[in-house]
């Protein structure tokens, strides 16, 4: 065989391995979601000091007290911190700390501050996403260089993740609720210490990913619906967007605006990436809500490894605050998130060949019991961190599921930061699916006050 032959079949081979689909782990290992590993993929046993417990099924009945719709304002009530860092003693915890968090630290010695509690592994799901997340860690697997997915459903499409992409996927994929709906604040935090009100409304999200009557072969790809009315300020009252979001890698999201001044609805093919976000007055991107949102064929994406990290989790109550107790001037009020140690997956993210976006560099933390974002650092093209995110999860035990929202995205250099979905006065509920024609374009359209 010729030299020239051989060259063509290695490239033959390299193109055709890299355009298949590569499923995720072997029965064998699978196995171990029913022993080692929770059902989600997490480390079940704690860390050596005691200070992660082991899990031990998650929050899954209901807590006693108040509620903000479905969600308990305290899960673990009367429970005091076991620390305090600040900048003062923040290098003592430095391992465990984000550069973003420590950045805050740094910036803000004063008034920002960790309160860290104690550990509680709430994350949980429905039995049904359990049996699914079995069966996706042998049948799903990454296509398209990992851009999209087949063979899943359900459930945690990768629970034992080998790549990046499939954790970016697991959290794409995480557990929700068939269907919510909520209200929802969006808060920008102005340099000079002042806050501004960027939009208030309501939110409905639905997900045909992890409808209990769907399935392998009837899912049509699209795992999340999102249809919003604002209300407040009064310029913006019956602004209103819906978005479809799917894995499909040559048209992951349709976008459909309703413009007040106009009166018509239109296609908003720029409701994405690294647009600025018109909802929150442009204070951020489009792709950092929910810490991360939209395709994810942008960017490289690195699986780092796993390790201990403080982050916030279980924030019930600071989202149960009213808005005037849940800021201060430049940041959220620190005397009201609660932060966990929690085991995360570290994700590096870097532009793609052949692509752009604003922020070149992302590091992203993903909590390993949820699949839920909790930290992103964002870098410039300078490679100077730039953007600090930080989101702030809650259980659910009604659905049962640890979920993501609000975030909380800081501009370093700015000296700003912006609120998205904050729930600060508002509720979260979950409701009986919609019908399919509540998300379309012609809906919107029908729906508007104005």
């Known amino acids: 065989m010729t030299k020239i032959k051989l060259l063509l079949l290695s490239t033959l081979s390299i193109s055709l391995c890299a355009n298949s689909a590569f499923a995720a782990v072997s029965p064998d290992e699978a196995a171990k979601l029913k022993t080692s590993l929770t059902p989600l993929g997490a480390e079940k046993a704690g860390n050596a000091d005691g200070s992660i ?22 899960p673990f009530p009367g429970e005091k911190p076991l620390l305090q860092i600040t900048a003062k003693n923040a290098a003592q915890y430095a391992d465990k700390l984000s550069e973003g968090t420590k950045a805050l630290l740094a910036k803000y010695p004063e008034t920002f501050h960790l309160d860290v509690y104690p550990t509680h592994r709430t994350a949980a799901a429905p039995d049904s996403v359990y049996q699914n997340t079995f069966a996706n860690a042998t049948r799903c697997k990454t296509t398209s260089n990992g851009l999209s997915v087949e063979g899943c459903y359900g459930g945690i499409p990768f629970p034992i993740p080998k ?20 209200g929802y604040t969006n808060i920008i935090g102005n340099a000079d210490g002042t806050r501004t009100l960027a939009s208030r409304g309501v939110e409905n999200w639905q997900y045909p990913y992890y409808f209990k009557d769907g399935a392998v072969d009837k899912w049509n790809g699209q795992y999340a619906l999102l249809r919003f009315l604002t209300n407040e300020p009064p310029f913006k009252a019956g602004e209103s967007l819906v978005t479809h979001d799917s894995i499909n890698a040559q048209e992951p999201r349709e976008a459909w605006q309703y413009l007040v001044g106009q009166r018509r609805v239109r296609r908003a093919p720029t409701v994405g990436y690294d647009t600025p976000d018109f909802v929150a007055s442009g204070a951020n991107y489009f792709d950092e809500v929910h810490g991360f949102i939209g395709h994810p064929d942008r960017y490289d994406w690195k699986l780092v490894g796993k390790k201990e990290m403080y982050i916030p989790y279980n924030d019930n109550k600071f989202n149960a605050e009213k808005r005037e107790d849940a800021f201060v001037a ?47 650092d964002g870098y410039d093209a300078e490679g100077k961190l730039w953007r600090v995110s930080q989101v702030l999860p809650f259980v659910v035990p009604s659905i049962p599921a640890v979920v993501v929202k609000p975030v909380v995205i800081y501009n370093l250099q700015a000296k700003t930061y912006s609120v998205v979905q ?22 919107v359209a029908s729906g508007s006050v104005r």
């Not at 870097?350 to 390993?368: L, N, S």
């Open 422 to 443: 904050g729930l600060n006065g508002e509720t979260y509920s979950v409701i009986p699916r919609k019908p399919e024609n509540f998300f379309t374009g012609n809906s």
């Open 330 to 376: 430049n940041h959220i009020n620190p005397d009201k998130v609660r932060w966990e140690l929690h085991r995360v997956w570290e994700l590096e993210a870097t532009v793609a060949p052949g692509k752009r976006h604003a922020v070149p560099k992302r590091k992203f933390f993903i909590d390993e019991d949820s699949w839920t974002v909790s930290l992103v």
């Open 53 to 74: 417990p082991a899990w031990t099924g998650g929050l899954t009945k209901d807590v006693a007290g108040a509620k903000f719709g479905d969600v308990p304002v305290d």
């Open 163 to 182: 790549t990046g992409n499939e954790v970016i996927w697991n959290f794409l994929l995480r557990v929700e609720a068939e269907s919510i709906q909520m």
